[in-house]
């Protein structure tokens, strides 16, 4: 993924995002785009720029603000043998379409006993920062974890977003595709042609000894930062991404841990009962029986997402705080240790501005 | 319709109302002018040019009356009688703001003078008025509760549910749209099969009005003979509000270089602005003298927003649950 090749340059996300669909609307015809503003001059955040022109509105459009029955719709046409990719701007607004989501096409392949398939993609973004607040910035894909028969994924850079994305519309399950808005302008290097990054493979990004970090959507490149900083003072972190929740690599993981003996998880959402609890719980289960393990969660604060950008910074899992806490599991003698706070800035954070 | 004529509206009326009107509308302007400085960090939606409704309706209502507004909210918010300093504070993230920097712009609430939190999930807060107004008529009382919400919000399946409700049960509670044509860049015509909300809305049993020139006066109006009507337990209104945002859908700037509505459609509007329109009501003198209490309270609110300090960090865990 890092090294580039011929036909490799870097692209954002949101340009992998878009060309991953470009090219699935190509060669499959059965693929349509829809949801609130895909077809503006904003394109959600430029991440369907172009498509109508591309692709006329009769695969691409707008919709009136009903995301239950918007997702109803979804479900519908891909019983009938399409393929809808439905966006949603915020993943908060897909509390709107639960019912339809949870109760049919989670549901429906099993409880019809195969005579039907609901093949579509949910697409749904993290907000964060410049007072994104209680109803703009939750991560809730522990949410759709919980219940059998909805696919769960979340890239955390431009590669991922194409290949798991192009995974997620070529699959015959519903996917709830999770993106990241910091994430949007971050660039990584990403083969011009159509590629699927399978869903169900997790990916080791750096190795390491002494401890096995696990980073979910954006909370990964925070986690690569405290890898960088924590290598400065020889601490050797494995940082796996696991790419796709649902289903979820745990191998991977498992391998990792049972060599470091230490899992810290960090999620971009809460550990109640959260993607990091069930990560966790699943390395116990399969590890118990080895040398005990050391394990630690990190995730929002358990509190509502304050606008405030002071109590929002104490909200958030930050490089900084991942470092430290990594520390303290690796030289829990040495106290008293923090990173250099420049050091630990995220520039993609740093120069993010809203409003929206 | 029939409307209730109410008493004839002299000048400490429109003093009242202009007051109102120039408020938001400076209130508004400095929040844009203060924007860019990125003292305030959060999406601000504003009502530049909406004024209208939000004091028309909010002009007709008692201290004690409930409003229910949405994240498009510093109008009906101030209209209510929410305090300006707070708002400020509110979104500049401080300690003194309204919900203590904890909710910014999308998220104001005043309860001491009966402004609802708002929402920034469109549509949610509909059926919470009408809750509301369900406890009111349970406890005998002849408050009542006015809906604000804008004309995406009546895609929402629960516009309907909540319609239904409200008329079923004769509940005091009047439905105020706010129609400015478009959800975010998107006009109603490329969102609704017809243009005819009100007589969607009529067919649950529920008057409709609609004034399509944002004329304050006739809001006002409409507002009163609802409100009576709601006093006599005869149940909701609706009324439909044209209206022109001027400003673009979130954050400080105009957008007519966009391409998805024309300079020309506000200018329109600008003709009728409501803002001017009262002034020039009145005599120069008091007009003068309103707008310069009004610049007043506005820099004094700036100044104590500026001034008051960020929440301390342990505010971070306080009210998760209710009373810690
Ligand atoms: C349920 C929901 N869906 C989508 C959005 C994104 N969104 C925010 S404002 C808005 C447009 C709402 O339009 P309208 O109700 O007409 O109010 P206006 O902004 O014009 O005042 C949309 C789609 C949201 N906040 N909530
Ligand atoms: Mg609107």
Known sequence: ?356 | MALASGPALGIADFERIYRSLRLIRRAEEEVARIYPSDKIKSPVHLSIGQEAVSVGICDALRRDDVVAPTYRGHAAYLAKGGPLRELFAELYGKATGVAGGKGGSMHLIDMSHNVLGASAVVGTTIPLAVGYALALKRNKSDRVVVAFFGDGATEEGVFAESLNFASLHKLPVLFVCENNYYAIHTPITRRWATNRLCERVATYGIPVHRVENGDVLMLRELAAGAVARMRRGEGPSFIECLTYRWREHVGPNEDYDQGYRARDDFNRWLKDDQVERIGRMMSDESRAQIDSEIELDIADAIEFAESSPFPEIDKLYTNVFAGN
């Open chain 1, 1 to 356: 993924m890092s090294s580039p090749a011929t036909n490799q340059r870097l692209l954002t996300y949101v340009d992998a995002l878009r060309e991953g669909i470009a090219q699935e609307m190509r060669s499959d015809p059965r693929v349509f785009l829809f949801g609130l503003d895909v077809d503006d001059h904003k394109a959600i955040q430029g991440s369907t720029r172009g498509l109508v022109q591309e692709f006329g509105p009769e695969r691409v459009f707008g919709t009136p603000l009903s995301e239950d029955a918007m997702t109803g719709v979804a479900i519908g046409a891909a019983m009938a043998g399409m393929r809808p990719i439905h966006v949603h701007i915020r993943m908060d607004f897909l509390m709107l379409a639960m019912n339809q989501l949870i109760n049919i096409a989670a549901k429906s392949s099993y409880m019809y006993d195969g005579q039907v398939k609901v093949p579509m993609v949910i697409r749904s973004m993290i907000g964060k920062s410049w007072g994104q607040g209680a109803q703009h910035s939750q991560g809730l894909h522990a949410m759709f974890m919980h219940v059998p028969g909805l696919k769960v994924v979340a890239p955390s850079n431009a590669y991922d977003a194409k290949g798991a994305l192009i995974a997620a519309i070529r699959d015959d399950n519903p996917v709830i595709f999770v993106e990241h808005r910091l994430l949007y302008y971050t660039d990584a290097f990403v083969p011009e042609e159509s590629f699927a990054v399978p869903l169900g493979k997790a990916r080791v990004c750096t190795n390491g000894d002494d401890i096995t970090v696990v980073g979910i959507s954006n909370m990964l490149v925070e986690c690569l930062r405290a890898h960088e900083i924590l290598s400065d003072i020889g601490i050797a972190a494995e940082v796996i991404d696991p790419i796709s929740l649902v289903p979820l690599d745990i191998d991977t993981i498992v391998a990792s841990v049972k060599r470091t003996g230490r899992l810290l998880v960090v999620d971009n959402a809460w550990t109640n009962c959260g993607a990091s609890a069930e990560i966790v719980a699943r390395v116990i289960e399969c590890a118990q029986n080895g040398k005990p393990i050391q394990v630690r969660r990190m995730g929002y604060a358990p509190t509502t997402c304050p606008t405030t950008p002071v109590l929002e910074q104490a909200f958030y899992p930050d490089p900084g705080k991942i470092a430290q806490a990594v520390h303290a599991m690796v030289r829990p003698d040495a106290n008293g240790w923090s990173p250099d706070p420049e050091r630990a800035k995220l520039a993609y954070q740093v120069k993010f501005r809203g409003p929206f």
